[in-house]
């Protein structure tokens, strides 16, 4: 499980269920088991700063929040597949 936060002010921003050992680049939904940011017009902003995390995108279906790489980081165990 990891704990993804904000870059700029460290804040909590969700849980995430990360499989495998790759970059963390899109946020599946059904991955998601909290999410402390707030989702607001389609965007994932940190709550404390207003930063953009990521946008909400749909694929096959399936929601995920497409994550910029710059914005964020992490800390917690990634699942091996």
Known sequence: MLT???AKC????????KIGQGRVLKC???KISRIYGKVDDGKLLCNNCG?????????GG??????????????G?????
């Not at 930063?51 to 694929?59: A, D, F, M, P, Y």
């Open 10 to 17: 460290k804040d909590k921003l969700l849980k995430y269920n």
């Open 4 to 6: 993804i936060k904000c």
């Open 77 to 81: 165990r990634k699942i091996p597949k």
């Open 51 to 59: 930063n953009l995390i990521g946008e909400v995108k749909t694929r």
């Open 28 to 30: 599946w939904e059904e």
């Open 62 to 75: 399936r929601n995920y929040i497409d994550m910029n790489r710059e914005e964020f980081t992490y800390s």
